[in-house]
């Protein structure tokens, strides 16, 4: 079955500190990634995204990540976190050729900021 | 553009009543919606797939006759919670994709609906 696995469940930085969330998924075929954000009592927002071309994505907010096709691994990374960063973070896939197939999210990864 | 809201918000309700919650997608349509289920600080969990026009499509272990879900247009998708109880009191989420007239890879989430049965 596919699957979204991220293996970090909690991860306390200080800021300025460098961030790197794991994320690795199981599906042999065409993907589409995704890395959402949500914050404390809010709802999801998009990060950024990769469909296809140069594996490295910048998105919002100065986050990163990096398709790396061969460890099937889609990391998210920031060089310097905020306290403002202290939020929920989604890993996300889409085992398709279009938005009208299923999302598939992993377990997320809370990141809190000691100021 | 690609705004996707739902209503209410939050609605809190008794056990044994039914709730019908709404997702519209506000400036453009959408063959297909989505519905997720958001336990607290935890991940979304697909409950179904729902097509415009066809019935859905439930994941394996949601009851497709406590979670109905109707897509009669492609601007709208409603998800009714019959005879709720306190365990289904959660965060139920939507997205809106498979746009209609374009091809894109990306859903639109909403904001989410809280439910709390008492």
């Known amino acids: 079955a596919q699957s979204v696995s991220q293996h970090n469940h909690h991860v306390i930085l200080s800021e300025a500190a460098s961030l790197e969330l794991g994320c690795n998924y199981s599906y042999g075929g065409t993907v589409n990634l995704f890395w959402y954000v949500q914050y404390p009592g809010q709802h999801l927002q998009l990060l950024l995204k990769y469909f296809s071309g140069d594996p490295l994505v910048k998105g919002i907010k100065g986050f990163e990540a990096e398709f790396i096709k061969s460890k099937f691994s889609f990391n998210l990374r920031k060089p310097s976190v905020q306290w403002s960063d202290t939020a929920e973070y989604f890993c996300a896939v889409n085992p398709g050729y279009s938005s009208a197939s299923k999302i598939i999210f992993g377990s997320g990864t809370r990141l809190s900021i000691r100021p | 553009g690609a705004v996707v809201s739902q209503h209410p918000s939050w609605v809190i309700c008794k056990s044994g009543t039914s709730v019908k919650i709404e997702c519209r997608s506000l400036?453009?349509?959408?063959?297909?919606m989505f519905w997720y289920r958001q336990f607290p600080k935890q991940s979304l969990m697909l409950m179904a797939t729902s097509n415009e026009g066809s019935k859905a499509t439930y994941e394996q272990g949601v009851e497709k006759d406590k979670f109905l879900i109707n897509h009669a247009s492609l601007t709208l998708s409603t998800l009714t919670v019959t005879s709720a109880h306190p365990e289904d009191s959660s965060f139920y989420i939507c997205s809106a994709g498979g746009l209609a007239g374009e091809f894109t890879y990306e859903q639109y989430f909403g904001p989410g609906t809280r439910l709390t049965v008492t």
């Open positions: 400036d453009f349509q959408a063959t297909t």
